[in-house]
């Protein structure tokens, strides 16, 4: 199995968080603010860089106003049309 940061899997995850962000208007700077993280840091998740695990998701899905269960579920949506 490879590491899963590298699956195409996390990477779809990545994308529709950074859409998520985005959409919900709040920028890079906005988020790291509000989670107490640096900018760099959320720039590094964001790109893979450093691995995101669930409780910090659950973080960014509460701050960009999306539910865990519902973000879930668009990465499913998402996974499975591609599959």
């Known amino acids: 199995m490879e590491k899963s940061i590298y699956s ?5 995850m990545l994308r529709l968080l950074r859409e998520a962000r985005s959409d919900a208007g ?9 989670l107490r993280l640096t900018q ?5 998740i964001e790109r893979g860089d450093r691995r995101l695990d ?3 998701l659950r973080s960014f ?11 879930v579920g668009r990465v499913e949506r998402e ?4 599959s």
Do not use: P
Not at 8 to 12: D, S
Not at 26 to 34: E, F, M, N
Not at 40 to 44: A, N
Not at 61 to 71: K, N, T
């Open 26 to 34: 709040i920028t890079q700077v906005d988020l790291a603010k509000r």
């Open 61 to 71: 899905c509460r701050v960009i106003g999306i539910g865990l269960v519902e973000f």
């Open 40 to 44: 760099s840091l959320v720039s590094k």
């Open 8 to 12: 195409r899997e996390y990477q779809v």
């Open 54 to 56: 669930l409780a910090e």
């Open 79 to 82: 996974l499975a049309k591609r």
